[in-house]
């Protein structure tokens, strides 16, 4: 085997190699970014949402989303001047929930409900909900919250 002839070979064993490892560097950077989509998805409820400021509201669903990583409904809200405001109200996931007694047809759009919850930080018309009390039979279900009210 001459000189040029081993060259040739160690260049291809060497593009082999480097190519290799540059695939497992990709794959383990795209393994990276996936295991950290569900820790970016959550948030803590203290960071969103304030214990001290109760609210409880009644109101008309409007609409729901049974999703993962939370269960969201919105309701409508009137006040004593007649003056409707929606609300966003966040719940526990819906294994949580369903653990809780909720199915997905527990609470339909167009349901009088009223939540007990902690308001947003951020001022706006959000929460996180305690229990909900359907109006139509009195049932009084917990949302499976990680939150604790004063009181």
Same mark, same amino acid.
């Given at each position: 085997?001459?000189?040029?002839?081993?060259?040739?070979?160690?260049?291809?064993?060497? &593009?082999?190699?480097?190519? &290799?490892?540059?695939?497992?560097?990709?794959?383990?950077?795209?393994? /990276?970014? /996936?295991?950290?989509?569900?820790?970016?998805?959550?948030?803590?409820?203290?960071?969103?949402?304030?214990?001290?400021?109760?609210?409880?509201?009644?109101?008309?669903?409007?609409?729901?989303?049974?999703?993962?990583?939370?269960?969201?409904?919105?309701?409508?809200?009137?006040?004593?001047?007649?003056?409707?405001?929606?609300?966003?109200?966040?719940?526990?996931?819906?294994?949580?929930?369903?653990?809780?007694?909720?199915?997905?047809?527990?609470?339909?759009?167009?349901?009088?409900?009223?939540?007990?919850?902690?308001?947003?930080?951020?001022?706006?018309?959000?929460?996180?909900?305690?229990?909900?009390? /359907?109006?139509?039979?009195?049932?009084?279900?917990?949302?499976?919250?990680?939150?604790? /009210?004063?009181?």
């Amino acid at each position: 085997m001459e000189a040029g002839e081993r060259i040739l070979i160690a260049s291809f064993v060497f &593009k082999g190699l480097h190519m &290799k490892t540059r695939g497992l560097t990709i794959v383990a950077c795209v393994g /990276l970014l /996936l295991a950290t989509v569900p820790v970016v998805a959550h948030h803590s409820f203290s960071a969103e949402f304030d214990a001290n400021a109760p609210v409880e509201v009644t109101g008309a669903v409007q609409k729901i989303e049974w999703l993962n990583p939370h269960v969201w409904f919105f309701m409508d809200v009137e006040d004593d001047e007649g003056d409707v405001t929606s609300w966003a109200m966040e719940m526990g996931s819906p294994n949580q929930l369903v653990r809780a007694g909720w199915t997905r047809r527990t609470m339909s759009i167009g349901d009088v409900v009223t939540v007990r919850g902690s308001r947003a930080r951020d001022g706006s018309d959000t929460a996180s909900t305690r229990y909900v009390v /359907l109006a139509n039979t009195g049932e009084r279900l917990f949302t499976a919250s990680s939150q604790r /009210l004063p009181g």
